[in-house]
């Protein structure tokens, strides 16, 4: 028998208790947007990240990167792409696969050159080095939440010093130099190759300088649930960007995807693997949103992981029933063979769209597409 998540909605899906907070933000999204598509943007440029960001950025749920390919990435390709997706409405999934021991994935997740849990509201893992690489990485995204809830306000002021009479003939009104240095976010500041700091050159009379800095925290918890953008009576009422504006911009949270079951050929996640997954999926629930796998691997009653499934292509038009691979070992299967077969939630399509003459076009014919085989499983309920 197939898992009452298979045919419950994803409004329904967003407001079940066990549903993380973020988790529970994108179910909305999904439901908002009508696409259950990601699209895997593996691009070698920041210009072709960014532009592809705006090009299908309608009709996808989630944009997944893989940021150490991108040749010239810096600070700025990160706030771009969270521009983006603050005003197309989707979450920024980097595919890192962590697979290390906690110390080090630690700080791969939030240091080096990339520092990924400043800008990506989702990552993912394998579970080899076993369970503790999820506590580290959960005890590494709570310790960058709480950093960007911290903003930090300095003010430096100088004072008057005393003046010998051969100073006589300077202007005498100088009032003493003082600025402000306010930083929103230390995140933004760190390491950034741009510091907007405006500090005025001390005139040489003004040698009393004090510095004063106050720390306040936002009012915003770690791990809110978010608010409902709408009731049951009016999800059909109002029209797509009303309920976004109702939705509001994603909050300031992270997940973690777990890499049960992969899309190539002969590949080694076994299930016995893949269940250990999921038990250790059911023992982090907060942080854990689901995984990425071949099919749904909700089994319990309280399941409700998200289950997001690279290796999804459609054929040419014309060219149905088509068996299609890369000639790698990647063997590629179709929205509806994932979404209604498999229970599937989220598509993950890379070259298909990215190689098209059109992206914009293909992006929501695979949208259409998705969503179709997720509304004919419903019904089947």
């Not at 790698?328 to 298909?352: A, H, K, W």
């Amino acid at each position: 028998m197939a898992h009452p998540t298979w045919t419950c909605s994803y409004r329904e899906r967003s407001s079940l208790p066990t549903t993380g907070p973020l988790a529970s933000y994108l179910l909305r999204l999904i439901s908002i947007k009508k696409t259950n598509l990601s699209l895997s943007a593996d691009v070698d440029t920041s210009a072709e990240l960014l532009a592809l960001a705006e090009e299908v950025g309608d009709s996808i749920c989630v944009f997944k990167t893989h940021c150490d390919i991108v040749t010239d990435w810096t600070e700025r390709t990160a706030q771009a792409l969270r521009e983006i997706a603050r005003r197309k409405h989707f979450l920024v999934f980097e595919d890192r696969k962590f697979a290390d021991i906690g110390g080090t994935v630690q700080k791969q997740y939030t240091s080096g050159y990339h520092r990924i849990a400043t800008w990506a509201e989702i990552t993912n893992a394998h579970i080899l080095p076993g369970p503790a690489i999820v506590t580290a990485l959960h005890q590494a995204a709570n310790r960058t939440i709480a950093k960007y809830n911290t903003a930090v306000h300095t003010e430096i002021s100088a004072s008057p010093a005393l003046t010998t009479s051969h100073d006589d003939d300077e202007d005498d009104d100088d009032e003493g130099s003082k600025t402000e240095i306010a930083v929103e976010s230390p995140l933004e500041a760190e390491d950034s190759e741009e510091r907007r700091l405006s500090i005025k050159a001390l005139d040489r009379k003004h040698s009393v300088v004090s510095i004063t800095t106050s720390i306040t925290s936002r009012t915003e918890s770690i791990s809110p649930r978010p608010q409902p953008d709408f009731h049951h009576d009016e999800a059909f009422t109002f029209d797509t960007p009303t309920l976004l504006a109702r939705l509001g911009e994603a909050p300031y949270l992270r997940s973690l995807l777990l890499l049960a079951e992969m899309s190539s050929e002969g590949h080694l996640l076994t299930p016995e693997y893949s269940a250990k997954c999921v038990e250790i999926a059911r023992q982090n629930r907060e942080f854990v949103m689901g995984f990425i796998a071949q099919r749904s691997l909700n089994k319990e009653a309280d399941d409700n992981f998200i289950t997001m499934t690279p290796g999804c292509q459609l054929p040419p038009p014309g060219q149905d029933g088509k068996k299609l691979g890369d000639g790698l070992g990647q063997q590629y299967n179709t929205p509806r063979s994932l979404i209604f077969e498999q229970g599937c939630d989220i598509i993950i399509v890379g070259r298909g769209i990215v190689n098209a003459p059109s992206r914009k076009k293909e992006a929501e014919r695979y949208r259409i597409e998705g969503w179709k085989a997720y509304e004919e499983r419903i019904k089947k309920g």
